[in-house]
């Protein structure tokens, strides 16, 4: 018995280490940061000093119109990318589990190709689809008699939730197939004995049934929106679009510890960010349970 | 009862529709191929599909010779951040995972409900602590800076757990402590042979992950011959928008950096499908 919890802690050591390194001391770090400005000391010259603040970072962000706007920006955001990523993989798996789809493994493989490419490589190749003097599509639609600026107000949101919806599109996709395949062939037979038909049996049945993907990929969606970063920061650069370089809660944090060197602020922002993803997170998970508990 | 007409409609219907989502998702793919043929005058033409200005050797050239070939020196590092880096890290998950699976100790649940809450945490909100005392330990601006923090994943440990229950045989793990092999003998030669598709899976999930990899690079290093991939074109393209001259080196390498992910995901689907169906069963 001893020899076996001498392995187990010899084969858990290097993980949990790094996990505390690299997870746990950072978090603790942060929260430390965040509770420190720094002051000008006397007349600005003789350097700055670290002062406590308390909870001086949290209420500067909350209070900074420009961190509130990002939330805005998500809330906006999510409120556009979540049904059309959820509805289109849902939609798309549905298809190609019906039995009248052809060439099952090439369509999967064409729809996940996108995530294969690094985001950032993503974003580049559509800001340049974007750009009117470099893209076809441009120029296509205005032949086409319509005129639409990607880069303007109004196309800042569209422009990034397209971005986002070709990278994960098909990677939702696949979850979606994957738990549709495990679905027992023999409650599909049944719907079909009972007289329904494709429609009928893909949204009673199947859709019902998977719940649990969909609350799933909708909260790992929501935390990953969440970050949201290096679309619209590629956006924001040199592009002349309307995003701009604080335009999301974590190009916030960014832009405060690199830009103007306020750790302590973009630590607060950090950690607000962070707790609205635990925040959220629990609340799915305690949703969900409970429709479990009723339904059982 | 659907007549065989109707059922020829919603056929094409249904593939139609596929077939429509397929072209959204491989347009850009095409589009960066053809563009990677074409020279600056070309390119902002914007008629990608025609061959005017094609000079994809031209284009690879500049790419190969620009700044002493730095592109390459940048693949190199993506090369060995991703595939250091994923190794590692699976190796890691897989010993943890196959550590929770096989044994049972005090307090086991608690700690892998700890683990888990790790998936949630926003990665991108740790960047800046561990860049700070990275920068107290001295060690921004090196490989370990972008190397150690790539060998954490949460989730490798959760599916390894999960692959660990579906592959290990519990009979053949004691049959091997009854002929007298140590655990980790155990562990190595029999468990870890078992998981093999599994270590295959998160070493995938993983490399992906780091070579897609930008904000933690973004925060961690300056020094451009330290930089991967997906920093380096991200300057280039920040000077892009003033010297023209850039979006072909921006195109062209892009392309390049795409081609490894996709061969590898053509051909080892077995292994990201099985990655993602346990993902999906709760």
Same mark, same amino acid.
């Given at each position: 018995?001893?020899?076996?919890?001498?392995?187990?802690?010899?084969?858990?050591?290097?993980?949990?280490?790094?996990? $505390?390194?690299?997870?746990?001391?950072?978090?603790?770090?942060?929260?430390?940061?965040?509770?420190?400005?720094?002051?000008?000391?006397?007349?600005?010259?003789?350097?700055?000093? $670290?002062?406590?603040?308390?909870?001086?970072?949290?209420?500067?962000?909350?209070? &900074?119109?420009?961190?509130?706007?990002?939330?805005?920006?998500?809330?906006?955001?999510?409120?556009?990318?979540?049904?059309?990523?959820?509805?289109g993989a849902l939609g798309l798996a549905l298809l190609l589990d019906s039995a009248l789809a052809r060439a099952r493994r090439f369509f999967q493989l064409a729809l996940f190709l996108p995530h294969a490419v690094p985001g950032i490589i993503a974003a580049l190749i559509w800001v340049y689809l974007y750009t009117p003097q470099l893209s076809p599509v441009v120029k296509a639609m205005e032949a086409g008699g319509i005129g639409f600026d990607f880069f303007s107000p109004e196309g800042a949101l569209p422009?990034?939730?397209?971005?986002?919806?070709?990278?994960?599109?098909?990677?939702?996709?696949?979850?979606?197939?994957?738990?549709?395949?495990?679905? &027992?062939?023999?409650?599909?037979?049944?719907?079909?004995? &009972?007289?329904?038909?494709?429609?009928?049996?893909?949204?009673?049945?199947?859709?019902?049934?998977?719940?649990?993907?969909?609350?799933?990929?909708?909260?790992?969606?929501?935390?990953?929106?969440?970050?949201?970063?290096?679309?619209?920061?590629?956006?924001?650069?040199?592009?002349?679009?309307?995003?701009?370089?604080?335009?999301?809660?974590?190009?916030?944090?960014?832009?405060?510890?690199?830009?103007?060197?306020?750790?302590?602020?973009?630590?607060?922002?950090?950690?607000?960010?962070?707790?609205?993803?635990?925040?959220?997170?629990?609340?799915?998970?305690?949703?969900?349970?409970?429709?479990?508990?009723?339904?059982? | =009862?659907?007549? +065989?007409?109707?059922?020829?409609?919603?056929?094409?219907?249904?593939?139609?529709?596929?077939?429509?989502?397929?072209?959204?998702?491989?347009?850009?793919?095409?589009?960066?191929?053809?563009?990677? !043929?074409?020279?600056?005058?070309?390119?902002?033409?914007?008629?990608?599909?025609?061959?005017?200005?094609?000079?994809?050797?031209?284009?690879?050239?500049?790419?190969?010779?620009?700044?002493?070939?730095?592109?390459?020196?940048?693949?190199?590092?993506?090369?060995?951040?991703?595939?250091?880096?994923?190794?590692?890290?699976?190796?890691?998950?897989?010993?943890?995972?196959?550590?929770?699976?096989?044994?049972?100790?005090?307090?086991?649940?608690?700690?892998?409900?700890?683990?888990?809450?790790?998936?949630?945490?926003?990665?991108?909100?740790?960047?800046?602590? =561990?860049?700070?005392?990275?920068?107290?330990?001295?060690?921004?601006?090196?490989?370990?800076?972008?190397?150690?923090?790539?060998? %954490?994943?949460?989730?490798?440990?959760?599916?390894?757990?999960?692959?660990?229950?579906?592959?290990?045989?519990?009979?053949?793990?004691?049959?091997?402590?009854?002929?007298?092999?140590?655990?980790?003998?155990?562990?190595?030669?029999?468990?870890?042979?078992?998981? =093999?598709?599994?270590?295959?899976?998160?070493?995938?999930?993983?490399?992906?992950? %780091?070579?897609?990899?930008?904000?933690? +690079?973004?925060? =961690?290093?300056?020094?451009?011959?330290?930089? +991967?991939?997906?920093?380096?074109?991200?300057?280039?393209?920040?000077?892009?928008?003033?010297?023209?001259?850039?979006?072909?080196?921006?195109?062209?390498?892009?392309?390049?950096?795409?081609? +490894?992910?996709?061969?590898?995901?053509?051909?080892?689907?077995?292994?990201?499908?099985?990655?993602? !169906?346990?993902?999906?069963?709760?």
């Amino acid at each position: 018995m001893k020899a076996r919890t001498r392995a187990a802690a010899l084969l858990l050591t290097p993980f949990l280490l790094l996990f $505390t390194a690299v997870l746990v001391v950072p978090i603790g770090y942060a929260v430390w940061l965040s509770l420190f400005t720094e002051k000008q000391s006397g007349l600005g010259f003789g350097g700055s000093e $670290t002062v406590f603040t308390g909870l001086g970072n949290y209420a500067t962000a909350l209070g &900074d119109r420009a961190f509130r706007e990002g939330f805005g920006v998500l809330l906006g955001y999510c409120l556009l990318y979540l049904p059309l990523l959820l509805g289109g993989a849902l939609g798309l798996a549905l298809l190609l589990d019906s039995a009248l789809a052809r060439a099952r493994r090439f369509f999967q493989l064409a729809l996940f190709l996108p995530h294969a490419v690094p985001g950032i490589i993503a974003a580049l190749i559509w800001v340049y689809l974007y750009t009117p003097q470099l893209s076809p599509v441009v120029k296509a639609m205005e032949a086409g008699g319509i005129g639409f600026d990607f880069f303007s107000p109004e196309g800042a949101l569209p422009s990034v939730v397209n971005i986002a919806l070709w990278e994960w599109l098909g990677y939702n996709l696949i979850i979606f197939y994957a738990a549709l395949q495990a679905i &027992d062939r023999s409650v599909l037979e049944a719907a079909t004995v &009972d007289g329904a038909g494709a429609w009928r049996t893909a949204f009673s049945v199947k859709v019902p049934l998977l719940r649990g993907s969909l609350a799933m990929v909708g909260l790992f969606t929501v935390i990953g929106s969440l970050q949201l970063f290096t679309e619209p920061l590629i956006l924001s650069r040199g592009t002349g679009s309307a995003v701009t370089s604080t335009w999301t809660p974590n190009m916030y944090a960014y832009s405060a510890a690199f830009d103007r060197n306020d750790y302590g602020l973009a630590a607060a922002a950090s950690i607000l960010l962070a707790l609205t993803a635990a925040l959220l997170s629990f609340a799915v998970t305690r949703l969900t349970r409970d429709r479990k508990e009723k339904a059982a | =009862m659907s007549t +065989p007409r109707s059922r020829w409609l919603s056929k094409g219907a249904v593939n139609g529709v596929l077939l429509l989502a397929t072209c959204y998702m491989l347009f850009p793919l095409v589009w960066l191929v053809t563009a990677a !043929t074409k020279d600056a005058g070309g390119l902002l033409a914007g008629d990608a599909f025609s061959f005017e200005g094609f000079d994809l050797g031209g284009n690879l050239a500049r790419l190969a010779a620009y700044n002493d070939g730095v592109y390459f020196r940048w693949y190199l590092n993506s090369l060995l951040y991703a595939g250091v880096g994923a190794a590692a890290c699976a190796l890691i998950s897989v010993a943890a995972g196959y550590a929770f699976h096989v044994y049972d100790f005090r307090g086991k649940e608690k700690l892998f409900g700890l683990v888990l809450l790790g998936v949630l945490v926003p990665t991108t909100a740790l960047a800046l602590p =561990m860049y700070l005392l990275a920068s107290d330990l001295g060690i921004v601006n090196t490989y370990a800076a972008v190397l150690l923090p790539v060998l %954490v994943n949460p989730f490798g440990v959760y599916l390894s757990r999960v692959l660990c229950a579906a592959y290990v045989p519990d009979e053949v793990l004691e049959a091997a402590r009854i002929d007298g092999a140590g655990e980790l003998r155990v562990f190595w030669s029999i468990g870890l042979r078992t998981v =093999m598709p599994g270590f295959v899976t998160v070493f995938l999930f993983q490399f992906t992950a %780091v070579w897609n990899n930008f904000f933690l +690079p973004l925060v =961690m290093l300056s020094d451009q011959k330290l930089f +991967p991939l997906s920093l380096g074109l991200y300057a280039w393209n920040s000077n892009a928008h003033a010297e023209p001259d850039y979006y072909p080196l921006v195109v062209t390498g892009s392309l390049l950096a795409v081609v +490894p992910l996709v061969l590898a995901f053509v051909s080892l689907q077995r292994h990201w499908r099985a990655g993602l !169906t346990a993902g999906s069963v709760k």
